[in-house]
């Protein structure tokens, strides 16, 4: 479900496994590699380090050759129930780098993403609004909701399928 407020792209997942191990695959490489990143790509994690100033660098590899880099750089680690960051696009080198398909997207995208249990399972929220944007950069962001929504929902499916392996 997406629901957007101003700027803000608001997404709610309700994933099928309990929080400590939903945060272990979001938080660390032998997980992560399984399933982050938009389908059809294969993650390479290059830098990981969860904690207040750390950072996240890693690569996306598509069978045709494609790749892509992105970067995460952490705000704030609540373990087990918060997570804020910027994300962005990368060079290789893991430095800020305009989106590979417009340059009217945001360098960085501010995101707080809230991990609560309830019954076994985990519900993820995910806010993210474009972080030191130019007006044509937020009124872009919001034009790419439908797409975001698209794109998060399955990597979210890979999780499931990563997490059901776990089980």
Same mark, same amino acid.
């Given at each position: 479900?997406?629901?957007?407020?101003?700027? &803000?792209?608001?997404?709610?997942r309700v994933i099928n496994a309990p929080r400590?191990?939903?945060?272990?695959?979001?938080?660390?490489?032998? /997980?992560?590699? /399984?399933?982050?990143?938009?389908?059809?790509?294969?993650?390479?994690?290059?830098?990981?380090?969860?904690?207040?100033g750390g950072i996240f660098h890693f690569a996306m590899k598509a069978d045709d050759g494609a790749e892509m880099f992105g970067r995460f750089?952490?705000?704030?680690?609540?373990?087990?129930?918060?997570?804020?960051?910027?994300?962005s696009f990368a060079d290789a080198d893991g430095n800020h780098a305009r989106a590979p398909f417009s340059n009217e997207w945001?360098?960085?995208?501010?995101?707080?993403?809230?991990? &609560? &249990?309830?019954?076994?399972?985990?519900?993820?929220?995910?806010?993210?609004e474009p972080f030191e944007a130019t007006e044509t950069e937020m009124k872009r962001f919001v034009q790419e909701f439908p797409g975001?929504? &698209?794109?998060?929902?399955?990597?979210?499916?890979q999780l499931d399928a990563y997490l059901a392996t776990l089980k």
């Open positions: 479900m997406t629901i957007a407020v101003k700027n &803000e792209l608001v997404i709610e400590a191990l939903v945060w272990k695959a979001f938080t660390e490489a032998d /997980h992560l590699k /399984h399933w982050w990143g938009p389908v059809g790509f294969k993650l390479e994690v290059l830098k990981l380090d969860v904690r207040k750089d952490y705000i704030n680690v609540q373990a087990p129930e918060k997570i804020i960051f910027t994300n945001p360098i960085k995208v501010l995101n707080t993403w809230t991990f &609560e &249990e309830k019954n076994g399972k985990t519900t993820l929220l995910l806010c993210g975001m929504n &698209e794109g998060f929902g399955g990597t979210f499916d």
